[in-house]
């Protein structure tokens, strides 16, 4: 599967933002398995380019295809089935529902559309320092810990594209690490790209395509 985006431009943005990128007004192929890396400085179009990409917004010119399908000619229904079980996505403000337990934010995810069995939740908690958190409502969590619940969702359910709009803001060092690591791991079981968008360069990323927004 393959992912073109065809000169896309967003209706706001300034021209002086379109001559110096390397995404607005040029041709892009992104497909499956591949890791790519967007740097986005803030006010240059981050969070609507990954919204253009899920098909959430469509305030641009140009075309943005599924394996030749233009996504603005797919119907409401069959869209969303496709992305169902093509795409995941972490929200720049992950969306989680507060009220609720981390445990249950996951399992929500996960029983719509499952890969992984219920256990791996607990496994990849642990593995994310956040095991002592799973039974808490989100909003007593910090930042960092809904940011790592957000990560855990995402990884519930199939997809061959996973997007993620700053996914690691309020995590240190070694616990950006530890999440990287868990989604290179999901990325290569399911042979699934990897559209990553953030401020700056990471050093986290290792041999990624890097286009500068």
Known sequence: MQISLQQIVPFYIDKSNINNSEV???NITISQGEHMHIVAPSGTGKTS????????RKDYTGNISYDNNDIRKLSNES???FRQKNFSIIFQDLRLFENETARKNIEIKRMLNPYHDAPMIDEMAERLGIAAKME????????????????????????DFLLLD???SHLDERNREKAMQLLYDECEKRNAAMIFADLKPLDLLKGERVLRL
């Open 24 to 26: 607005w007004n040029k």
């Open 49 to 56: 380019l990954i919204s253009f990409i899920y098909g959430l």
């Open 79 to 81: 869209f969303s089935l």
């Open 136 to 159: 808490q409502p989100v909003k007593t969590c910090s930042y960092g810990e809904q940011q790592r619940i957000a990560i855990i969702r995402s990884l519930m359910q199939p997809f």
């Open 166 to 168: 700053e996914p690691y």
